[in-house]
T-cell receptor, first 111, second 117 residues
Framework: QQQVKQSPQSLIVQKGGISIINCAYE??????FPWYQQFPGKGPALLIA?????SEKKEGRFTISFNKSAKQFSLHIMDSQPGDSATYFC??????????FGKGTSLLVTP | GAVVSQHPSWVICKSGTSVKIECRSL??????MFWYRQFPKQSLMLMAT?????????EQGVEKDKFLINHASLTLSTLTVTSAHPEDSSFYIC?????????????FGPGTRLTVL
């Protein structure tokens, strides 16, 4: 079964706006939550990741918010740009095991 | 740092032939390498996990005799699709976990597009 649920499936945001993608998980053993960005025909690239001992992590325009009690985490892209148009995958894992991916969100940032 | 390469980037083959895909960690030693398959507009599906010098662990439903994985060194893993058929056409992606990574981060290769005619 899908261990990580991701929404929305697709998202359209105007340039300069905020893109928000949400993920939820059930397995409380997960201790690493990365986000990947994938362009068509390319492999996923690690964007940003968080551990459950912090509630927020920011790297440039990208921020992960993490809610341990709700078992949810989200990616915020501030000042979204057309070059951010890609598919974004959230994932979760516990140490030593493989990543569990969400189904992905196709983001389109319009000029 | 943490670069993973794949070769070839794309390959077209005839039905019934075998195809080998290489995955290399260029600037780090990888304890574990993973092989994924991705269909258009879908998420990554884990096929198998391999550790250097050990037999690969395959996910349920993945035919180990069809998808042969060899992890001969800490920087190289290969996936061989044997007797390929059109339904094996897909985007194959490998990833690697660095030996010294504290969080077991996975770094992905650029993928290999396989088309079986």
């Amino acid at each position: 079964q899908q261990q990580v649920k991701q929404s929305p499936q697709s998202l359209i945001v105007q340039k300069g706006g905020i893109s928000i993608i949400n993920c939820a998980y059930e397995n409380t053993a997960f201790d690493y939550f990365p986000w990947y960005q994938q362009f068509p025909g390319k492999g996923p690239a690690l964007l940003i990741a968080i551990r459950p001992d912090v509630s927020e992590k920011k790297e440039g325009r990208f921020t992960i918010s993490f809610n341990k009690s709700a078992k949810q985490f989200s990616l915020h892209i501030m000042d979204s740009q057309p070059g951010d148009s890609a598919t974004y995958f959230c994932a979760a894992k516990n140490s030593g095991y493989a990543l569990n991916f969400g189904k992905g969100t196709s983001l389109l940032v319009t000029p | 740092g943490a670069v993973v390469s794949q070769h070839p980037s794309w390959v077209i083959c005839k039905s019934g032939t075998s195809v080998k895909i290489e995955c290399r960690s260029l600037d780090f030693q990888a304890t574990t390498m993973f092989w994924y398959r991705q269909f258009p507009k879908q998420s990554l599906m884990l096929m198998a996990t391999s550790n250097e010098g050990s037999k690969a662990t395959y996910e349920q439903g993945v035919e180990k005799d069809k998808f042969l994985i060899n992890h001969a060194s800490l920087t190289l893993s290969t996936l061989t699709v044997t007797s390929a058929h059109p339904e094996d056409s897909s985007f194959y992606i490998c990833s690697a976990t660095a030996l010294k990574s504290s969080y077991n981060e996975q770094f992905f290769g650029p993928g290999t597009r396989l088309t079986v005619l």
